[in-house]
């Protein structure tokens, strides 16, 4: 039975897909009528994404390579135009996916600074030693960023600021933080 949705993009050959991608932002819709694109960056500056000439996009695993042709930014996204993206229907086909690129060509974190996907997947231990859960993912507020651990059923929200972040050792994928279990 025919479907009036629009089909995701077809994927290029898994062998061509860098192993090290690491997602962006998505793409929040289409705007015009030439294929072009919202952009929402999970970036601390959103036109740092732009550094990248290729962009790697897709959904449920399935990625394919796009190229950067045009881009303006606007206060809460990007605006942009990708090689192969020529109408509306290709553009709003894209809705929903994620943006990508290569962790190996992102520049070195500095002192103190992390990406946000090298700490997904961390366990989180208070001083005491306790177990708060594993970071499920960060987010931004207007104050800080917002470390979410999840431990099974329990969520816990932690600021990621100097006094309860204690320390961050990526080699041995934990965090210690000051935070008790019952907060």
């Not at 809705?95 to 690129?101: D, L, M, R, T």
């Not at 103190?112 to 996907?117: F, S, T, V």
């Given at each position: 039975m025919a479907s009036n949705k629009p089909t995701a993009p077809q994927t290029q050959s898994v062998a061509t897909v860098p192993e090290d991608l690491v997602s962006m932002g998505y793409i929040s819709?289409?705007?015009?009528?030439?294929?072009?694109?919202?952009?929402?960056?999970d970036t601390e500056h959103p036109d740092s994404l732009?550094?990248?000439?290729?962009?790697?996009?897709?959904?449920?695993?399935?990625?394919?390579?796009?190229?950067?042709?045009e881009a303006a930014v606007q206060p809460k996204k990007l605006s942009v135009t990708l090689a192969g993206v020529d109408d509306r229907d290709k553009a709003f086909a894209l809705?929903?996916?994620?943006?990508?690129?290569p962790r190996?060509?992102?520049?070195?974190?500095g002192a103190?600074?992390?990406?946000?996907?090298d700490l997904v997947g961390l366990a989180v231990v208070n001083a005491q030693g306790e177990h708060l859960g594993v970071?499920?993912?960060?987010?931004?507020?207007?104050?800080?960023?917002?470390?979410?651990?999840?431990?099974g059923d329990v969520e816990?929200?932690?600021?990621?600021v100097g006094h309860v972040v204690l320390k961050v050792d990526?080699?041995?994928?934990?965090?210690?933080?000051d935070w008790g279990l019952d907060y």
């Open positions: 819709g289409a705007f015009g009528i030439r294929g072009g694109i919202n952009v929402v960056a732009l550094d990248y000439k290729t962009w790697w996009i897709g959904r449920d695993g399935q990625w394919r390579a796009y190229t950067l042709v809705k929903g996916c994620q943006v990508a690129v190996s060509l992102m520049p070195q974190a103190d600074e992390y990406y946000w996907a970071v499920e993912k960060l987010f931004e507020t207007g104050a800080n960023d917002v470390i979410v651990a999840k431990d816990r929200l932690l600021p990621f990526l080699a041995a994928r934990i965090i210690t933080v």
